[in-house]
């Protein structure tokens, strides 16, 4: 929803701001596409948004994030029929699980049914976000109800991640993947209705760094994951402290096969997979509240093995989207490298950039491979519902939305 806003001169302020921000429009001397998009970006766009799944540990993580986001106001709160008819302030009293606070500004409103009330909410919203916990099949057909009523869903559910026509996209990495969308559309039958969807959120820590990365062949990873990724805190899964678990169901075929969906190439069907780099994957439960960490093994083609120092600058200048439009979440430096050898930790690192950066480290050669390092990302953060936020965001402002 565009709101038309004539604010002449703060939109001039914009465009000479964006002019001295960008070398191209100094050196080219251009002034018209790149300042009009900065202008929308910046200005003009708003949106009313609903949470499916609020009271989730996903979904209070979206509300903290919304209700202070530039772009989108959250205008409706949906769960299960079990949480439907109470104010959100009242149900989160003893459920809210994160440091800061509920948000004052989603404590008296009212909890949808996602379900039973689903023409309420799209009668409400541009857009919803949606992470719950229920049967695959259920989840499918949820996020493809509110599709197929124009109402575009941003999932962080796993049931639609293998369906060729939902794009999966980590923005900086594989954003060109939202050219899927009008086949979907079509699939649908819709104008404005569409699901997309984050991957997992193990990857979200080793994909990116291996990622810019060219010819890198097999890649062999070990997660160990924080007990928020379950959904808990250590005050509702005891059992997690001072305990590790060496088995996550599901995890390890996820964290194998979405980084071919990332890695694939949009046709006018859908994604096609990649088949390179081949992923094998160990996920272990580790008593961390928060933070996905990963030791990464990586193997390039023969010939093709890089130095250390062409490594560690790639990752130093990779950027995407998300930072080239200069979308609200969007990190400013999208990977950090810490040379200490006992970096990253995930309480030192996992917040930083507002848990939307990927932290790597101990980059160093192998004697097997031919590179091993480590790596971690906020899993609740970048891995979830911030990840969602920000596809969001390079959604709408890619117009798909
Ligand atoms: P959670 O804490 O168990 O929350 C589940 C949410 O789903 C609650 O809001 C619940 O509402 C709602 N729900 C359950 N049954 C429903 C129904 N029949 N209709 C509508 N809503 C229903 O789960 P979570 O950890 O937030 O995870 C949610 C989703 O995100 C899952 O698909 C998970 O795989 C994915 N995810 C989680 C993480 C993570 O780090 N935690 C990361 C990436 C992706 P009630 O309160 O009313 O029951």
Redesign the pocket.
């Known amino acids: 929803m565009w709101y038309d806003i004539e604010y002449q001169n703060i939109i001039y302020e914009m465009e000479e701001d964006c002019k001295r921000q960008s070398p191209k429009l100094q050196s080219e001397n251009l002034d018209s596409s790149e300042c009009e998009f900065q202008r929308k970006e910046n200005i003009m766009k708003q949106y009313n948004v609903g949470i499916?799944?609020?009271?989730?540990?996903?979904?209070?993580?979206f509300a903290l994030l919304l209700a202070e986001h530039p772009w989108f106001n959250v205008t409706t709160l949906?769960?299960?029929?079990?949480?439907?008819g109470k104010a959100y302030g009242e149900?989160m009293e003893n459920?809210w699980q994160l440091d800061t606070p509920c948000p004052e500004s989603l404590k008296g409103m009212t909890?949808l049914?996602?379900?039973a009330q689903q023409d309420e909410i799209v009668a409400a919203v541009d857009f919803v976000f949606c992470?719950?916990?229920?049967p695959k099949a259920?989840?499918r057909a949820?996020e493809e109800s509110y599709a197929r009523a124009e109402c575009p869903v941003i999932s962080?559910?796993?049931?639609h991640r293998g369906t060729a026509d939902v794009p999966m996209i980590v923005p900086e990495l594989n954003a060109a993947h939202a050219e899927v969308i009008p086949a979907q559309r079509k699939r649908l039958g819709t104008k404005r209705g569409f699901i997309a969807v984050?991957s997992?959120?193990s990857l979200q820590s080793y994909v990116p760094a291996v990622y810019p990365l060219a010819d890198v062949e097999d890649v062999l990873v070990c997660t160990y994951q924080?007990i928020?990724?379950?959904?808990k805190t250590f005050k509702s899964w005891p059992e997690m402290v001072d305990n590790v678990i060496p088995y996550i169901g599901g995890e390890e075929e996820k964290s194998e096969q979405e980084p071919l969906k990332i890695y694939g190439k949009a046709t006018e069907t859908g994604v096609e997979n990649a088949v390179l780099p081949r992923f094998t994957a160990q996920c272990i439960r580790v008593p961390a509240s928060d933070g996905h960490m990963a030791a990464v093994f990586m193997r390039f083609a023969p010939g093709k093995k890089p130095t250390k120092e062409a490594i560690l600058e790639t990752w130093k200048n990779f950027s995407g989207p998300p930072q080239e439009l200069n979308l609200p979440s969007a990190p400013k430096q999208f990977l950090h490298y810490f040379v200490e050898d006992n970096l990253p930790q995930t309480r030192l690192q996992r917040d930083l950039e507002g848990g939307m950066a990927i932290s790597v480290g101990r980059l160093r050669e192998d004697t097997q491979y031919d590179y091993k390092f480590i790596c971690l990302s906020h899993?609740?953060l970048r891995?979830?519902a911030g990840g969602a936020v920000l596809m969001a965001e390079l959604l709408c402002a890619k117009d798909y939305i």
């Open positions: 499916i799944g609020a009271t989730g540990m996903v979904g209070q993580r949906a769960a299960s029929a079990r949480s439907a149900l459920r909890v049914d996602a379900v992470a719950v916990d229920m259920d989840i949820l962080n559910n796993s049931a984050k997992n959120c924080a928020s990724g379950a959904g899993n609740t891995g979830a």
